[in-house]
């Protein structure tokens, strides 16, 4: 399963925390810090901006994730950058100019 870039991140973020709820009754239980590194591993590309500002926390911080920081985290770096260089186009602004092209020299044959 992969986050895809042009769409939110949350829908496929909260089917991950579903599967890991289905894998906890089944008896396999992963640490809450297991599934934000595995949820950081699925982001795409276009969201590395998440990874680098957790790679410059401290160590401390690291053992403490919380999936609502990473959820929020990748939320804002979509709503930034993913919609708008993504597949999905906003709105657009067309360019206006009041210039005129230049016509044809006039021709002056009968003087």
Same mark, same amino acid.
């Given at each position: 399963?992969?986050?895809?870039?042009? $769409?939110?991140?949350t829908?496929?973020?909260?089917?991950?925390?579903? +599967?890991?709820?289905?894998?906890?009754?089944?008896?396999?239980?992963?640490?809450?810090?297991?599934q934000?590194?595995? =949820?950081?591993?699925?982001?795409?590309?276009?969201?590395? &901006? &998440?990874a680098? =500002?957790? $790679?410059?926390? $401290?160590p401390?911080e690291?053992?403490?994730?919380?999936?609502?920081?990473?959820? *929020?985290?990748a939320?804002?770096?979509f709503?930034?950058?993913?919609?708008?260089?993504?597949?999905?186009?906003?709105?657009?602004?067309?360019?206006?100019s009041a &210039? *005129? +092209?230049?016509l044809?020299?006039?021709?002056?044959?009968?003087?």
């Amino acid at each position: 399963m992969t986050i895809p870039a042009g $769409s939110h991140p949350t829908p496929t973020i909260t089917t991950l925390l579903s +599967h890991f709820t289905y894998l906890k009754d089944a008896g396999f239980n992963f640490p809450a810090p297991m599934q934000t590194m595995i =949820i950081l591993c699925k982001l795409p590309p276009t969201m590395e &901006v &998440v990874a680098q =500002i957790l $790679s410059q926390t $401290s160590p401390d911080e690291i053992k403490n994730l919380k999936l609502e920081g990473i959820m *929020k985290a990748a939320m804002l770096s979509f709503e930034q950058k993913g919609a708008t260089c993504g597949g999905s186009k906003g709105p657009q602004a067309n360019k206006l100019s009041a &210039v *005129k +092209h230049k016509l044809a020299d006039p021709k002056f044959a009968q003087q």
